[in-house]
């Protein structure tokens, strides 16, 4: 078999401005003669980022990484079959959540090397010029970091679709060329690129931040021996790669003062006092619509519903089955809860693993639900009151996509692709040992009421005892999937959790398989 794939729906879909017909009339709107000036070019990178909002996207987005990790399982009662491959390692060629994240990446790939192409000779103000242009190579590299850490050899895609004979040539790239891609196009986008702190959009931040994720992705994996990376050893770049997300890291931490750590540790997943702009922690997210009629699939707008994965099922009585709000449901300490899907379930195995004191297991995890006087009404695997018992997902659940109730399923949270703390968190790691490393986890845990990391730990059980730190504060947020394929650790984190269930296919350990589709219409 030929090493090609066509990269499936991109050629009717090289950008929406282009017709189906390659026969154009002339006064039919296309890439030659849009993008002319500042508004058109604008209107072009949101477009971009339009692609992070499709369901097919976003879903898998979640799906891949939540479920393939050793925190959350997918709903054995779901509906969503590939959530049970996803959490066993057994997925196929034919897996919907990988075929869809799959296309739509390239959709996203090659909006973007159209404004790449189309800012090189662009002639309005050269600030804006620079702007768009960096946002481009951000969401190129974007696309291609999350695609090689999910299937390793991909097309490496650095121009925009003009025919069939484009798709048609699309191979197979060997992941260390597409890491110097990702390297490039983020080095050039966070030289570009001021920082902007509007919601949705990429700046000189989040280019740093994703950049320092790229060289620690490198650097732990060659130092592990993670499969598919011998040649960050090969090239004895190591140590230096450590250096290099030290370095972009501490740009983020140090360097500015547009995002912040934020001391309040549930303010950073708050909605209802703040929007998403406003959160200290916020580097990059994708700007969800709220405002949709229903649910579609691409290309119709998203309405955010986020969050309805992660809540656990309608009670099985007293309410309809798909009344979300108003149901006299409450944490503890008030916060209101909506129901949703409980499509993720906490694995108590990972739950076992906090500390008893650490607020982001007391309170940012729920376990106990009371009516509006206080009084308990329901707690995992108890039915207090039967009445108000839970269909599914009757085991604790993540506090961090609570949401005001806009209507019914929609949520207003949003996924944080990247925050402060992550970004902390990859300049402890990046450091090692030394009191700055030390300074940083330790910021991070006193604000979860943990007490300072043992000193004098060597370098490997320093960086050990951060990823475990990541787990603990990124988790249901889709890092720890890729921080397990990263240090070689998938086998020994789900067998230390008694998870081995879990390990159905170890080919898929590290690296998924290219969508069978994409070989099949090009063999």
């Known amino acids: 078999m030929k090493n090609k794939f066509v990269l499936t729906f991109l050629g009717t879909i090289a950008f929406t401005f282009l017709s189906c017909s390659l026969d154009l009339e002339p006064n039919e709107v296309t890439p030659e003669n849009f993008f002319n000036t500042a508004e058109e070019t604008n209107a072009g990178v949101l477009h971009i980022y339009q692609a992070l909002n499709f369901r097919d996207y976003v879903r898998s987005y979640y799906n891949i990484p939540i479920v393939g990790a050793d925190i959350c399982a997918g709903n054995p009662i779901e509906t969503i079959p590939e959530l049970v491959s996803l959490d066993t390692f057994t997925v196929g060629g034919g897996d919907v959540s990988l075929l869809l994240f799959f296309r739509t990446s390239y959709v996203g790939i090659n909006r973007a ?186 290309p119709e707008r998203l309405a955010a519903k986020t969050g309805v994965f992660f809540w656990p099922r309608p009670p099985a009585f007293g309410f309809p089955a798909n009344t979300f709000c108003n149901q006299n449901l409450f944490a503890p300490d008030g916060r209101e809860i909506t129901s949703g899907f409980g499509v993720y379930i906490s694995e108590p195995s990972f739950l076992e693993t906090f500390d008893p004191n650490d607020r982001r297991r007391t309170e940012l995890i729920i376990d106990e639900l009371v009516d509006a006087n206080g009084n308990t009404i329901w707690e995992p695997g108890e039915f207090v009151e039967p009445v108000q018992g839970f269909l599914e997902g009757d085991l604790p659940f993540s506090a961090k996509y609570l949401s005001d109730c806009v209507g019914s399923q929609f949520t207003n ?13 990859v300049y402890a790691e990046a450091q090692g040992p030394t009191s700055a490393g030390y300074e940083a986890i ?25 990823v475990q730190e990541r787990a603990w504060e990124l988790a249901y947020e889709g890092q720890r999937f890729y921080d397990l394929r990263r240090t070689n650790s998938v086998e020994e984190a789900f067998t230390e959790l008694g998870q081995q269930a879990n390990l159905g296919n170890p080919s898929n350990f590290y690296f998924y398989p290219i969508p069978d589709i994409e070989t099949i219409l090009n063999p």
């Open 442 to 466: 330790n910021r991070v845990r006193n604000r979860a009421g943990l007490e300072n990391l043992d000193p004098g730990l060597s370098v490997q059980d320093f960086r050990d005892a951060v």
């Open 113 to 298: 090397n159209t404004i790449i192409e189309r800012t090189v000779e662009a002639d309005y103000d050269p600030d804006l010029r620079d702007q768009y242009r960096g946002e481009a190579l951000f969401m190129r590299a974007w696309h291609h970091f999350h695609l090689v850490r999910v299937f390793g050899e991909v097309p490496l895609r650095l121009a925009s679709i003009q025919g069939t004979a484009d798709i048609q040539s699309s191979r197979r790239t060997a992941i260390d060329v597409i890491y110097d891609s990702i390297i490039e196009d983020l080095t050039q986008a966070a030289a570009l690129l001021p920082i902007l702190r509007i919601g949705g959009r990429a700046d000189r931040v989040a280019a740093q931040a994703l950049l320092s994720k790229v060289y620690l992705t490198l650097a732990s994996a060659g130092a592990t021996g993670s499969p598919g990376y011998d040649f960050v050893v090969e090239d004895g770049n190591v140590d230096r790669y450590y250096q290099l997300a030290s370095q972009f890291s501490s740009e983020v931490v140090f360097n500015q003062s547009a995002y912040q750590f934020d001391e309040d540790l549930l303010q950073i997943f708050n909605v209802a006092t703040r929007a998403d702009v406003e959160g200290l922690e916020h580097i990059f997210y994708p700007s969800l619509d709220i405002s949709g009629a229903q649910e579609t699939r691409f």
């Open 413 to 425: 949270t949003r996924p944080l692709m990247l925050r402060f703390t992550d970004i902390l968190l």
